[in-house]
C-alpha cells in the first residue's frame, strides 16, 4: 500500500485546521489568502497597483476570477524589481539575483522576508521525511555557505528532522564524491539532475546498496533520468520542482513517482495557453503561471514562468488530493534553431545517455559561416572504458543513438548537423559548470 506524500496532512493542517484535506476547504482558504495578497500588493506595490487598479476593494468573489488578472512577465524583474517590491529594504532576509545562461541585460532580481523563507524551510522539512529517517545523514551537492540558499535551507529542514546533512557544493570528481559519501556514510543524497547521472553512471558499483534516496533538484529532471539513477544505484529517486520565483520549493514527487505534488497553501499554479494565458484543464499541456500566496516580500501575481508543463488530475495513486504539477522541462528560450529545426539539450542528453557506458556530456553547437552551411554539435564525453578502441566503438554507438533520436535523427540525415566527439573525463566535464546548457558559438556574429 502507497503512502500519501505527507504534503496532505501538512497542507490539510495550515488551511482548514487538520484531518483530510478537503479541497472545497481548499480552495477557500486560496481565495482568502489570494484576496489579502492581492490587497497587500496593491497597497504596497507601484507595479502592482498600476496593474490591479480596476479590482473591485472586496476583492475577488471565486478563485476563478483570477484568470481575468493581466499576465506578470519577468522582465519587470530585470528592469524595476522595487516597483514591485511591497516592504522596506530592511525587512529583507535575502535578495536573490538570477542571472540566466546566456542572456544579455539585467539580471532578474526577488526579495524574500524571514518568513517567506520560513514557509520554504517548513515545506522542505515536510517533503523531505519520505527520504529521510531522525539519525540518517544527507549529503547536498549545492553551496551551503551562503545564508539562505538552497543548501542552506535543506540544512536547516533536515536538522528539523535530527538528520545530518553535509553540504558538499557542487559535484568536482566523481571518484572523490563516492569516496566521501562513503566515509560519511551518507544514504540520501541531493543534487542536479545532470550532476547526479554522472555520479550515478560512473560510480554505480562503489555506491549501489548504500544509498536510500535521492532528490533531484535545481534543473529539469526528465523521467528517463530518475529511472536511470534509481537502477544504478537501486534506490528510490524524487523529483523537486522550484523555481527561485517559486520561493525555491515548489513541489515534490510522492511514491508515486507521477507528478509533483505542490506546496498549495503557498503556491497557485495555473497552466495556460501560451498565446491567450487563458487557463486551461488538468491533463493539457501549457506555460505555467504561479500566484504566491502568502509572500510578503515580493508576492507574484499570475506570473509567467516561461516553463511548460501540465496539471494532473488531484486523485494520485497514493492517495494524495494535492494538485500535481508535470513539469515538461521545456523553457522558452532554451531551444536552439537549426535550419527549420530547433532542439535543446535535452535532445542531445536524451540521445547520447542512451549508450550505457556514457557517464557524462557537455554540448557545444558552432554555426556555419552562411545559413546554408551546416552546423556542427561538438559533443564533450566521458567514459570509463578505456582505450582507443574502446572508445571508436563507443563513438559509434552514440552517432547511431543520435542518428535514431525523432528530433536530432532528420537533421543529422539531411546534412544539416555534423555530430563531432571529443572524450575527456567525468571530473573536466563537472569542471565546464554546474548549471548545464547547450554552448553555442555564432560563426555568423563573430567576424
Ligand atoms: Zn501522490
Excluded at 67 to 74: C, K, N, R
Excluded at 255 to 263: E, K, N, S, Y
Aim: charged residues 20%.
Amino acid at each position: 500500500m502507497m503512502q500519501p506524500t505527507p504534503l496532505d496532512a501538512w497542507i490539510a493542517e495550515q488551511t482548514h485546521g487538520g484531518g483530510p484535506l478537503d479541497p472545497e476547504k481548499l480552495r477557500e482558504y486560496q481565495l482568502h489568502t489570494l484576496n489579502e495578497t492581492l490587497a497587500w500588493a496593491m497597497e504596497n506595490s507601484p507595479y502592482h497597483r498600476g496593474r490591479l487598479g480596476r479590482l473591485p476593494k472586496s476583492g475577488l468573489s471565486d478563485l476563478g476570477e483570477l484568470a481575468d488578472l493581466p499576465i506578470m512577465d519577468e522582465s519587470i524583474l530585470r528592469t524595476r524589481p522595487e516597483y514591485v517590491l511591497c516592504i522596506s529594504q530592511g525587512d529583507v532576509a535575502r535578495v536573490v539575483t538570477l542571472r540566466t545562461t546566456g542572456s544579455t541585460g539585467e539580471p532578474k532580481r526577488l526579495y524574500f522576508t524571514a518568513e517567506d523563507i520560513a514557509h520554504t524551510v517548513d515545506f522542505f522539512a515536510v517533503g523531505m521525511t519520505q527520504q529521510i529517517r531522525s539519525g540518517d545523514t544527507a549529503m547536498v551537492f549545492m553551496p551551503g555557505a551562503t545564508p539562505h540558499s538552497v543548501g542552506d535551507l535543506l540544512r536547516e529542514s533536515l536538522t528539523r528532522l535530527q538528520a545530518e546533512c553535509i553540504s558538499y557544493g557542487f559535484m568536482d570528481d566523481p571518484a572523490r564524491v563516492a569516496e566521501k559519501i562513503l566515509l560519511h556514510e551518507a544514504r540520501v543524497l541531493i543534487g542536479l539532475p545532470g550532476q547526479l547521472l554522472t555520479l550515478a553512471r560512473a560510480q554505480a558499483e562503489a555506491l549501489r546498496g548504500n544509498i536510500s534516496s535521492v532528490l533531484l533538484s535545481g534543473e529539469h529532471a526528465p523521467q528517463w533520468l530518475a529511472r536511470d539513477i534509481a537502477s544504478r544505484l537501486d534506490c528510490e529517486v524524487f523529483i523537486h520542482y522550484g523555481l527561485t520565483e517559486t520561493g525555491l520549493g515548489g513541489g515534490v514527487e510522492c511514491c508515486a513517482h507521477h507528478g509533483m505534488h505542490l506546496r498549495e497553501a503557498d503556491l497557485l499554479v495555473e497552466i495556460v495557453d501560451p498565446g491567450s494565458k487563458q487557463p486551461l484543464p488538468a491533463g493539457e499541456q501549457g506555460e505555467i503561471v504561479l500566484t504566491t500566496l502568502r509572500r510578503r516580500g515580493m508576492p507574484l501575481i499570475r506570473y509567467a514562468t516561461g516553463d511548460k508543463g501540465m496539471l494532473l488530475d488531484r486523485d494520485c495513486p497514493c492517495g494524495s488530493r494535492v494538485a500535481r504539477l508535470l513539469p515538461l522541462g521545456e523553457r522558452r528560450g532554451d531551444t536552439v534553431p537549426v535550419q527549420d529545426s530547433h532542439f535543446s539539450l535535452n535532445h542531445v542528453d536524451e540521445a547520447v545517455f542512451r549508450v550505457d557506458r556514457i557517464s557524462a556530456c557537455n554540448a557545444e553547437l558552432r554555426y556555419g559561416a552562411s545559413p546554408s552551411e551546416a552546423a556542427t554539435l561538438r559533443l564533450s564525453l566521458a567514459t570509463k572504458s578505456a582505450g582507443n578502441e574502446a572508445t571508436h566503438q563507443l563513438a559509434a554507438e552514440v552517432r547511431e543513438a543520435m542518428a535514431a533520436s525523432p528530433v536530432l535523427g532528420p537533421l543529422i540525415h539531411s546534412h544539416a548537423l555534423d555530430v563531432d566527439i571529443a572524450w575527456t573525463t567525468g571530473a573536466e566535464c563537472l569542471a565546464a559548470g554546474p548549471k548545464r546548457s547547450l554552448v553555442i558559438q555564432n560563426n555568423q556574429e563573430s567576424l
